[in-house]
Structure formats: structure tokens, C-alpha cells
């Protein structure tokens, strides 16, 4: 009788061969292995029956770059990874949504000058406030809240990669947390 690895591996060999049913077995036999991985990150039946899924597509692609050094290893190196990633995109778009983006284009014809006199001087004192921000901090910042630019022009603007200026954005989030209070503002 041949022991559980050697299956794996002929079963994978079957796999590249074109054999479905072969992944089928792969799916049921280690589907509760992938969904335990997946939901220990999301901690979220729904999100993780469905990363689940995803992670599957995602052997069966990667499948080719297997170099048959442990299955069960690699898939869950797959698992882990993709439900990282889903958590970091659900929280940046989270935050994202939360977000205030100050602007005059949210100005109406019924605000008053007064009102609108009010928005200008807050826009002033974040423009005195992001001077304190660290300096690799302050292009992004003021590129993105005050300029409204996006991503990539942000990137373009300063030759990196737009993973950069998500980075430093939320980087500078979290230094203007701890060191800004709303009174600050007021």
C-alpha cells in the first residue's frame, strides 16, 4: 500500500495530465485543510467558504510550479496567503469608505459664505498640520486629500510603484493617529 505523499504526488501527476476527476479526489481531501487555514485568517464562514474556492482555482493554476516537495505544505502556503491578502484589501476598503476627503466640490449653492469661510480655514490648518507629518509622509498625503489625485499619479509623480503610495498613505494614517487629536482641529 503506498502512503498518503506518494498518493498526493501521482494524484497531482494526474491533475497535469488533464485527469478532473483526479482534483476532485485533491479538493475532497484536503478541502477541510484549506477551509481551517483560510477561516483561522478571515475568521468568517461565508468569506472563507468562498476564499476556499478561490485557493482551489489557484492550485489548480499553480499546479505546473509544484515541484512535488510536500503538498500539503504548498496548498496551505496558497491557503494563507490568499486569505492575507483578502483581509488587507477588506480593511483598506473598509478605510477607505470611512474616509473625508476635504474638497470644495462638495460645496453646495446653499452653503453660506460664512460656512464656506470656515471650510477654507480648516483646509488651512490641515495644510499647517501636514507639516508635521514625516517627510516621506507629506507628498502622498497632500497629493491625495488636497490635490485629489490618485494612486497613480501619485506613483507616476514620484517614479514608484503604486503598492508604494497605498503603503505610505496608510502608514501616514496611522502616524496622524497617534499624533493628531481632533481638538487640533477645531
Known amino acids: 500500500m503506498k502512503g498518503g505523499r506518494e498518493v498526493t504526488d501521482e494524484l497531482v501527476e494526474k491533475v497535469r495530465g488533464g485527469n478532473d476527476h483526479a482534483f476532485r479526489i485533491l479538493i475532497e481531501t484536503y478541502k477541510e485543510t484549506i477551509f481551517r487555514n483560510v477561516y483561522s485568517v478571515l475568521r468568517n464562514q461565508k468569506d472563507a467558504e468562498d476564499a ?9 493554476t499553480s499546479l505546473p510550479q509544484y515541484k512535488n ?7 496551505t502556503r496558497i491557503a494563507v496567503n490568499h ?25 453646495g449653492l446653499s452653503d453660506d459664505v460664512e460656512a464656506v469661510f470656515f471650510r477654507n480655514e480648516k483646509q488651512k490648518q490641515v495644510l499647517r498640520k501636514l507639516n508635521d507629518l514625516p517627510e516621506g509622509y507629506r507628498d502622498v498625503v497632500y497629493g491625495y486629500y488636497i490635490q485629489e489625485k490618485t494612486f497613480q499619479q501619485i506613483a507616476e509623480e ?29
Open 52 to 60: 476556499t474556492q478561490e485557493v482551489f482555482i489557484k492550485i489548480y
Open 69 to 75: 516537495q510536500g503538498f500539503k505544505t504548498w496548498i
Open 83 to 107: 486569505a492575507i491578502d483578502l483581509k488587507r484589501k477588506r480593511e483598506r476598503q473598509k478605510e477607505e469608505s470611512h474616509e473625508v476627503q476635504p474638497s470644495e466640490a462638495h460645496l
Open 158 to 186: 514620484q517614479q514608484i510603484q503604486v503598492k508604494s503610495v497605498e503603503v505610505k498613505l496608510y502608514r501616514a494614517r496611522n502616524w496622524m493617529r497617534k499624533h493628531w487629536k481632533e481638538e487640533d482641529f477645531s
